[in-house]
């Protein structure tokens, strides 16, 4: 394990500050590291692995599509992308879709979208289109999307970034309605912001900013890269509050835990200001991925995934809220997207996250102080309970003087 992970180091740019495991093999919620040890996955890779690692009817239709087709271009149609779209737009009941590959590219559609439809549409002049997003998100890695983030690191090195944009703090429907002008394309809303620390919004919030979006003739659109598709127990976040969105961004579980599979989708008159050579992918809309895709919607209907989604989290977040450490600041989250908030000063996540990687479970921090548990919707009440068990015990045996100067572990 210590020579792959030194390989890895040597050659691989330190983007990524990995936990120290090699994993090899995955299996339904679970992962086996090279030396043959076994983990529970609680991660499930920030949600794109919500149906559980290698399920069958998904390596099936992968594999059966790789034999036949896998990349023809858009440049010609294929038989796999308009079942898929179709299948896509009425599970979600949007109008049409664009297929893409990763999140970050579907949200950069988005934007394009948002901004040309400002100007053909709603008439803003020339590029002078403002887009609302909100403090503390997290959209992707490109130029673009770092540009509008309030994390510095993320943007630290990478300017000059792009105009157009206007923060407003998470959660404040007045802050929103205040920073809308005649220029306002649009709103990119998560409906709970992942990465900045599983972070849920007040209740009705959405619904509030869907009533500001409507009245001011500015498009509502939701990044639901990591909470879409059952993660927070309804099919879309969004509809915990009841609404409907002009635009939605799509990724990470669409493609099954298999391939990079992502789709910007949205209303007839955002969509029709694509012409042809305006915006594509030599990827996107694959045969493969939208194999792929299709059996990963189904499979969702058909187990009933959402539902479980929904069973599993409350029970996961009425176990954490049950532990008592003084460690412990919040538990929060919806379905099977929860963030254990922590002490730093007593408990750093980093070391807690390396602690329960010895004990059997993989998870990760996201701003130092969160760890977040976000295993397959496939778990079932006997591994949450194990998870809970193990998580309860990592807990108390995790004392101050194990911490390291860099709050790392100490080997």
Known sequence: MDKLI???????????????????????????DVEGKRYLDMMSAYSAVSFGHSHPVLVAALTEQAQLLAVPSRAFYSD???????????????????????????????????????????GIPEGQAQIIVCKGNFSGRTTTLV???????????????????????????????AAITAHTAAF????????????VPPAGYL???????????VLLICDEVQTGLGRTGRLLACEHDGIKPDGLVLGKALGGGLLPVSAFLARHDVMNVFNPGDHGSTFGGNPLAAAVGTAALRLLRDERLVERARAMGERLMTGLRALRHPAIRDVRGRGLLIGLELDAAMLPARFFCERLMLAGILSKETH???????????????????????????LEAAAPTQVSRAGHMTV
């Open 147 to 177: 540009g509008f983030s309030s994390e510095p690191q993320y943007r630290d090195g990478f300017g000059p970034f792009a105009p157009g944009f206007v923060p407003v703090p998470f959660g404040d429907t007045a802050a929103l309605e």
């Open 6 to 32: 030194k390989l890895e180091r040597q050659y691989c740019a330190r983007n990524y500050h990995p936990l120290p495991v090699v994993l090899h093999k995955g299996e339904g919620v679970w992962l086996w």
């Open 80 to 122: 796999r992308l308009g079942p898929f779209l179709e299948l896509l737009c009425e599970s979600t009941g949007m109008a049409k879709a664009l297929p893409m590959n990763t999140g970050a590219e579907a949200v950069e559609t988005a934007l394009k979208a948002a901004r040309k439809w400002g100007y053909k549409v709603k």
């Open 207 to 217: 619904a509030a900013c869907r009533e500001i979006c409507s009245r001011h003739d």
């Open 188 to 199: 990119l809303v998560e409906p709970i912001q992942g990465e900045g620390g599983i972070v």
């Open 368 to 394: 130092d102080t969160v760890v977040r548990f976000a295993p397959p919707l496939v778990i079932g009440p006997e591994e949450i309970d194990l998870a809970l068990a193990t998580i309860g015990a990592t």
